[in-house]
């Protein structure tokens, strides 16, 4: 798993000018991806998430400022440094991204061919009847039942889950080395949701593309994703296999997220929220940004941000909780569960 | 590094919640918030200056220009003071009661050459009976403002009160009242000011009618759109199932909370109902002479447009100005009620 | 479709219907008819009443009235004795179709065009122009900008002539530029404001991410979008054009069917006022109906119901 990375993100940061004064919405993130691999970013709204993925795409608004130490490195240049027209052979071609909402994401007056057949004749240079010819493969590779017949249809005229399967074959369409999927299920219904979580597993080991997974759903990461990266106000809180997050997991608000999702042995009134808000990043609070929320924050947590404390080789997580200096804290029922099956995992007796 | 001591490792908690739902902007409500947005556009908030000023002088005018005194002549004199062009008592070129008549080459001085008696100027000229244009264009926008506001404010009231009822009774009901503002607009405008204008002959208030006539119809149409969208919102559900009565779930819920979109199409109808007397005017449907609207006074003077501008200029461009005011206002307040023009 | 067509004919049938019976009983109530000289002898009157079948019994006038409107008869002018209604409007409704017709097809063109760049250049001081210019547009009546004209360009500066029609390309120019004013700002605006929303919608994020340029986005995407529903307002549009006409036809001496209908207002010629309200209102609707079903061919988010 862990053999040289495709993408290393270092330092980053984003900022947005706006009216009210400057919006941190990036702080200070960094991650690899694998060849291969699906990496999970989870985190509630307003965590930076989807800026993150803007930014990867080069798509950020005009008002988004990024300091010169962030860097994208990604085939051996910075992406941070490309222009407009270098960022265009690269969107689309190398890194491609599957949008949030099928309904508005295609053109409602373009055939749908069409728009498959779009990233082709741009990055692969072949004429509009090849590139047709190919985006019928890729309806049909996508689960598009009688592709010939639906290929000059128009949006419209095809359901949510559709529309989404057509979104990914236009991802897919100029075999990208990075495919970015921005909550790609979250406005299907959820049998829809599990078809096009399994097509995209089915098409990943097909062409063995990295997917950056975007989601606030942690039920959903469970099947799809490799690693998981926890974020929150702008900034990594906790980095890890997708199994050390869900059994060994060691930053509070992992353990919020774990226990605000429902799982088949949740206990009837077990089901818990995490209280409050997450913070507004025109002023980020000083040290730990979780610790206003955080029922286990110590002392330290609003004086200075805890580093990454190291778990395992592949994993880490930001808290002073794993200070040695720390007391040993007793995390929720759901949570002690879930770290002795993990024990259980390891082939070890839990204590 | 470790600058810490060994008592910031105690566990502390969660802040209550009070702090954690602070939010760095200022709360603003929504009328607030649009009077933020509105300040910020310098256009309309000069526009809305302007038409305060225009509103207070066609209401002040009443006591120093008073209509008798604007449709007055001197029968005997009207050679004397008859088409006198704008006179500012300065040396400013074209406004100094010299008049340049097509095909001469100097200007005369048309209050010397008509023997207008020393002292006596007319800022603004006089019409072809000697009647001061500044005192009829006085006169001609307060009757023209008249016309739109009444007009629009009959506008307001059945557009209002038809697409509240339409949109809330919804079903057959709706149906119906959708086919007939269908019926109604697929009729030329023209056609019916004119029809209603003939009917009821060129007072005032027949003008009004005939204007407010088809006005409606749009205003009609958004409210019933947004009446349909706001009755399925949770407040008006709850006040149903409180028992309030229709009439005053109508006033207390639904027109408040279109009254941004209402009052955005009141500041669009204005200029259209001032543009509808002119033309009423110019098909001679107009108010009746010697009264004086913007309109009558364009289309009177339109025929001498070669040899006295002044005379239909002068008004044209007061209902020019005042139209652009209304729109651009409206403009403003559209973008200001509009959140997705926060963005900006 | 074809459903769709059928029920929107019946409606349209439905809607003249009611507008020639309104306009017949509404003029059958109008004070005065040219008939009210005192100097008409009780003979001549009775004559006259013959002439126009005055004399028959009203819903038998109404009926004679209705069948003639369908077959285009809408009975003999007042004002010009022995002239049919139908055959003043025939000679002039050419002539006003021309104008108006120039008019449209001019101020959508400069619409389409200002509005694109309006967006494309979306807070600087091009659309900043343009959006002066266009709110005058919306600001200044026709009628008031055929008056400016005629005074700048035809006395002023004599350069175009203004008056008449049918003589020579350039006595159009002015009266259409004049009435081409209003469309072209309300296309502008809508296309502006379509635009923009355009490039923030989704589907032009989707095609950013495929890598497209602000070229190709625009061209192959925002356009399309942004311009198919203007379709949606030449309705509207040619509804205020018809105002508009009918003063820009007095103003510039052009013999058109507004400039008939000014006339035949003061002398109560309610044959002609009757016959060209109703032509005024089957033009406008048939305009509607037209411009809808252009807009389901072309647009494929629309569908009829």
């Known amino acids: 798993m862990m053999s040289n990375p495709i993408l290393k993100v270092e330092n980053l940061h984003v900022n947005f000018n706006t009216y009210a004064g400057t919006v941190q919405a990036i702080r200070d993130v960094s991650f690899d991806l694998n060849k291969g691999e699906t990496l999970a970013i989870v985190g509630e709204s307003g965590s930076g998430k989807s800026v993150t993925t803007k930014t990867l795409m080069g798509l950020n608004a005009k008002n988004a400022v990024i300091p010169e130490n962030s860097r994208l490195i990604f085939k051996d240049r910075n992406l941070l440094d490309l222009k407009e027209e270098e960022w265009q052979s690269v969107r689309g071609n190398e890194i491609a991204m599957i949008f949030q909402d099928p309904m508005t994401s295609l053109d409602p007056t373009m055939k749908i061919g069409m728009q498959i057949a779009e990233p082709l004749i741009k990055h692969r240079h072949i004429k509009k009847e090849a590139a047709l010819t190919r985006a019928l493969e890729l309806m049909k590779g996508v689960g598009i039942p009688n592709a010939e017949e639906h290929i000059n249809d128009y949006p419209h005229q095809w359901s949510g889950g559709m529309r989404q399967r057509a979104v990914v074959a236009i991802a897919l369409a100029a075999d990208p080395e990075i495919l970015i999927a921005d909550e790609p299920t979250t406005a299907l219904d959820v049998t829809i949701q599990a078809q096009i979580l399994t097509l995209m597993k089915k098409l990943q080991q097909e062409t063995e593309s990295s997917i950056i997974f975007i989601t606030h759903d942690l039920g959903v990461v469970a099947g799809m994703a490799d690693r998981v990266a926890v974020m929150y106000a702008g900034k990594i809180v906790e980095y890890g296999t997708v199994d050390e997050i869900f059994f060994n997991p060691q930053h509070p608000y992992t353990w919020g997220l774990l226990n605000s999702m429902p799982t088949t042995d949740t206990q009837v009134g077990t089901l818990e929220a995490i209280p409050g808000t997450p913070p507004d990043l025109l002023e980020p609070p000083k040290g730990d940004a979780f610790a206003a929320r955080n029922v286990y924050a110590l002392g330290i947590d609003s004086k200075q941000e805890p580093p990454f404390f190291k778990v395992s080789e592949t994993h880490f997580a930001a808290t002073w909780l794993l200070d040695e200096r720390a007391p040993k804290v007793i995390p929720p029922v759901q949570i002690q569960k879930r770290w002795a099956h993990w024990l259980e995992m390891q082939g070890q007796e839990a204590y | ?344 | 479709m074809w459903k769709y067509i059928l029920k929107r004919l019946v409606l349209m049938v439905f809607t003249l219907f009611l507008v020639i019976t309104a306009t017949f009983f509404l003029m059958q109530i109008m004070p005065g008819t040219p008939f009210n000289n005192p100097k008409l002898t009780p003979q001549a009157l009775a004559q006259l009443k013959t002439t126009y079948g005055l004399d028959l019994p009203l819903w038998q006038q109404y009926l004679s009235y209705l069948v003639g409107a369908v077959h285009g008869d809408f009975g003999t002018s007042f004002q010009y004795q022995n002239q049919s209604v139908s055959m003043l409007i025939g000679q002039r409704l050419p002539v006003s179709a021309h104008l108006g017709a120039q008019a449209l097809v001019v101020g959508i063109i400069a619409g389409l065009i200002m509005g694109a760049v309006s967006a494309r250049n979306k807070n600087n001081k091009i659309d900043g122009t343009l959006g002066i210019l266009s709110t005058l547009g919306i600001s200044v009546p026709s009628f008031i900008l055929g008056i400016v004209f005629v005074y700048l360009f035809g006395f002023k500066w004599p350069i175009f002539p203004v008056s008449g029609w049918g003589d020579s390309f350039s006595q159009t120019i002015l009266p259409t530029l004049a009435l081409a004013a209003s469309p072209a700002a309300i296309t502008t605006r809508f296309v502006r404001s379509e635009m923009i929303e355009s490039l923030s919608s989704d589907y032009v994020q989707l095609a950013k991410a495929k890598g497209l340029s602000d070229k190709e986005i625009v061209n192959k995407h925002a356009y399309r979008n942004s311009m198919i529903p203007v379709l949606t307002l030449v309705g509207p549009m040619a509804a205020g054009l018809l105002t508009g006409s009918t003063l820009i036809e007095q103003i510039f001496s052009i013999p058109g069917i507004g400039q008939q209908f000014v006339t035949s207002i003061p002398s109560k010629d309610f044959p002609v006022i009757m016959g060209t309200t109703i032509v005024y209102a089957a033009m406008l609707m048939v305009m509607i109906l037209i411009t809808d079903i252009l807009t389901a061919i072309i647009d494929p988010r629309v569908r009829l119901q």
Not at chain 2, 62 to 73: G, H, L
Not at chain 2, 83 to 89: A, F, H, M, Q, T
Not at chain 2, 186 to 200: A, E, K
């Open chain 2, 1 to 344: 590094m470790m600058t810490a001591n060994t008592e910031d490792f105690v566990i502390v908690g969660a802040k209550n919640s009070d702090a954690n739902e602070h939010i760095s902007k200022p709360a603003l409500s929504f009328w607030q918030d649009a009077w933020r947005r509105l300040k910020l556009n310098k256009l309309a908030v000069i526009s809305m200056w302007f038409l305060i000023l225009i509103l207070a002088f066609a209401v002040i005018s009443n006591i120093f220009v008073p209509q008798k005194d604007a449709n007055a002549f001197n029968s005997d004199k009207v050679g004397v003071y008859k088409n006198l062009p704008p006179n500012s008592g300065l040396p400013i070129p074209g406004w100094d009661g010299k008049i340049k008549a097509p095909g001469d080459n100097a200007s005369t001085d048309v209050y010397e050459s008509q023997g207008v008696p020393d002292g006596e100027k007319f800022i603004l000229g006089t019409d072809n009976i000697g009647r001061s244009v500044a005192k009829r264009v006085t006169v001609g926008l307060r009757i023209s403002l008249l016309v739109a506001i009444v007009a629009t404010l009959i506008d307001l009231l059945i557009g209002v009160a038809y697409g509240v009822f339409a949109g809330w009774k919804g079903g057959w009901i709706d149906n119906t009242m959708q086919r007939i503002i269908e019926i109604l607009s697929s009729i030329p405008n023209l056609i019916i000011v004119t029809m209603l204008g003939l009917l009821l002959g060129n007072g005032i208030l027949s003008i009004i009618l005939a204007i407010a006539m088809t006005g409606w119809l749009g205003m009609a149409r958004q409210v019933r759109n947004m009446t349909l969208s706001l009755k399925e919102r949770d407040y008006v559900l709850a006040a149903q199932s409180l028992g309030e009565s229709s009439f005053k779930i109508a006033i207390k819920h639904l027109i408040p909370n279109m009254a941004g979109t209402i009052i955005v199409q009141v500041m669009m109808t204005v200029p259209t109902a001032i543009m509808f007397e002119a033309v009423l005017s110019a098909i001679n449907l107009g108010v009746k002479p010697p009264t004086a609207s913007l309109g009558s006074l364009i289309s009177d003077a339109q025929a001498m447009l070669q040899f006295y501008p002044y005379q239909v200029l002068i008004p044209s461009a007061i209902l020019v100005v005042v139209s652009l005011a209304f729109v651009l206002l409206g403009d403003g307040l559209r973008d200001a009620f509009d959140p997705r023009a926060s963005e900006d």
